[in-house]
């Protein structure tokens, strides 16, 4: 069993800034990728960024140049530090981790953080 708990949502005006964690634990021998995906009301769920267990990182277009994945792989931490934040930014965002433990490759989702930009 892999856990990911979530923190740092919250409400925030329209060109401020937050900072999303994301901490996994449990059966963990070593994680590939951690990531944050985005789901807004009535939408699909969207990769926001992605970092490999060797600093790789991917962005999806809308946060390019706006938003910061990092990783703490001591500590098993994925953060995103979110900048000059849009009202379009609204969402539940999801943590995302693909966990080796022991033989078995896992897919595991944390519960999910609002962020809501409004004035």
């Known amino acids: 069993q892999v856990q990911l708990v979530e923190s740092g949502g919250g409400l925030v005006q329209p060109g401020g800034s937050l900072r999303l964690s994301c901490a996994a634990s449990?059966?963990?021998?070593?994680?590939?990728?951690m990531g944050w995906y985005r789901q807004a009301p009535g939408k699909q769920r969207e990769l926001v960024s992605a970092?490999?267990?060797?600093?790789?990182?991917n962005y999806a277009d809308s946060v390019k140049g706006r938003f910061t994945i990092s990783r703490d792989n001591a500590k098993n931490t994925v953060y995103l530090q979110m900048n000059s934040l849009k009202p379009e930014d609204t969402a539940v965002y999801y943590c995302?981790?693909?966990?080796?433990?022991?033989?078995?490759?896992?897919?595991?989702w944390g519960q999910g953080t609002q962020v809501t930009v409004s004035s």
């Open positions: 995302n981790a693909v966990v080796r433990n022991g033989i078995s490759v896992t897919t595991n």
């Open positions: 449990g059966s963990i021998r070593s994680i590939y990728v």
């Open positions: 970092i490999s267990n060797d600093g790789s990182t």
